[in-house]
């Protein structure tokens, strides 16, 4: 027992649990020395519950609500169970992805401004999963009158996009990223603000895919945003550093909300999607199944574009930049002499 | 926990030794010794010097401030209540 809490302190970097479990040694009975360990066991339930009591609850709360919402009954339809296996598969990634990136990037910065980020962030992402559940539910009844289809690489890019966001969402608020807690609030309400704004000028015509200037300004700005960042960092001053990681997280942070916003629309008024062209002609599928169908084939794309085309962008220009940077050859240093 | 620590003030002392004055058990006195070191009340090390394959050991230590929160609370303690006063 001595053994397994000394590696489970080292483990969660937790020095007060490693001296607890060192003084075991000093008990003169067995008796004592299991009464020591039970405290030690009391000290360590008290680190986890501060630590992540609070984001397990959420994430658990939030993970049932869209399991709740995709996964309805049973069905002998392979392509349904298969196209089940998506949504848990993908909730486990986004569970297991924290504990991963606090080897890789190291723990969530300190600040309540970066906790509040990463909690708000998971939510908006599993808020975003919600067609993806209803797409899973869809599955179960339009069987009955469609055949349905198995998950495509559409899908899976979504599945994926979702990983990346966060991955990014981990990056954001770790200490690699050293931004001021001022700054980042500031950057995340002002692309909240302008993915809300965006909402309510386009609304439902967002799942239209006919986006016009709308769809070229979410490709150019982050694309420019990541360039100018990814040039100016290395030689910039802390500061210009700063602004560029800001900029870079207002920009996805607007992408975020109003793939979440326009997702949201649709799982609470499913008839402001439009309709699309029913899968068989003659279709004698009564009209709500046809309005679910429409969801299935409108909102997948259209979430592509909303959440991938700014990360998208955002890294190719930073590695265009980057490229750039390195191909040009280092200014050779002259020694002026006297 | 604090008056355990003012009795040797400039000595470094083990957790187990202050368990034992105290009466206190390992899950009570732990918390409060990290919550008292974050206030900046009690200073805390770890013990390097230990002999060869045994745990190191933390070591514990009171501060100025420490020492001065304590003699306040000792003395709120002893001092007798004030006397009501009748017209």
Redesign the interface.
């Known amino acids: 027992m001595t053994t397994f809490l000394t590696r489970v302190a080292r483990a969660l970097n937790s020095e007060w649990l490693e001296a607890l479990a060192n003084e075991a040694g000093e008990c003169a009975s067995g008796r004592s020395r299991t009464v020591w360990l039970l405290g030690g066991v009391r000290v360590l339930t008290g680190t986890l519950v501060r630590r992540y009591g609070l984001m397990t609850l959420i994430f658990s709360a939030a993970i049932a609500a869209v399991l709740a919402l995709g996964l309805p009954g049973s069905s002998t339809d392979p392509a349904v169970v298969r196209n089940r296996t998506e949504l848990p598969l993908l909730l486990t990634a986004l569970a297991l992805l924290p504990v991963l990136a606090r080897r890789w990037f190291g723990p969530v910065r300190p600040e309540r401004s970066a906790r509040a980020m990463r909690v708000l962030g998971y939510l908006a992402l599993l808020a975003l999963m919600t067609p993806k559940a209803i797409e899973a539910r869809d599955g179960l009844r339009l069987g009955n009158y469609f055949q349905i289809q198995k998950i495509g690489p559409l899908q899976l890019a979504l599945g994926l996009l979702i990983v990346a966001y966060a991955v990014v969402l981990l990056y954001a608020t770790s200490p690699r990223v050293p931004l001021r807690p001022r700054s980042l609030t500031l950057a995340v309400v002002a692309g909240a603000l302008a993915g809300a704004a965006l909402f309510l000028r386009y609304g439902v015509s967002l799942w239209s895919m006919n986006l016009g200037w709308l769809g070229i300004c979410f490709v150019a700005v982050p694309a420019l945003v990541g360039f100018a960042g990814a040039r100016l960092a290395p030689r910039a001053r802390v500061p210009t550093r700063h602004g560029a990681a800001a900029a870079v997280i207002t920009g996805l942070t607007a992408a975020l909300v109003l793939a979440v916003l326009a997702a949201s629309a649709v799982a609470i008024s499913p008839d402001l999607v439009p309709l699309q062209p029913p899968p068989c002609q003659p279709c004698t599928a009564p009209h709500r199944y046809l309005v679910e169908w429409s969801i299935l084939k409108a909102t997948t794309p259209a979430s592509l574009l909303l959440v991938g085309a700014p990360l998208i962008a955002l890294c190719a220009g930073t590695c265009g930049a980057s490229l750039l940077l390195l191909k040009r050859p280092r200014r050779a240093t002259t020694v002026r002499r006297a | 926990v604090l008056e355990a620590l003012t009795r040797e003030p400039g000595s470094w002392r083990?957790?187990?030794d202050i368990?034992r004055e105290t009466g206190l058990?390992?899950?009570?006195?732990?918390?409060v010794?990290?919550r008292l070191a974050e206030r900046g009340m009690v200073e805390?090390r770890?013990d390097d010097d230990v002999e060869p394959g045994?745990?190191?050991?933390?070591l514990y230590r009171i501060t100025a401030e420490g020492a001065t929160l304590a003699r306040q609370q000792q003395s709120h303690r002893t001092s007798p209540l004030p006397r009501p006063q009748h017209a």
């Open positions: 083990h957790g187990y368990a058990r390992s899950g009570t006195l732990y918390p010794l990290s805390a770890w045994r745990p190191r050991r933390h």
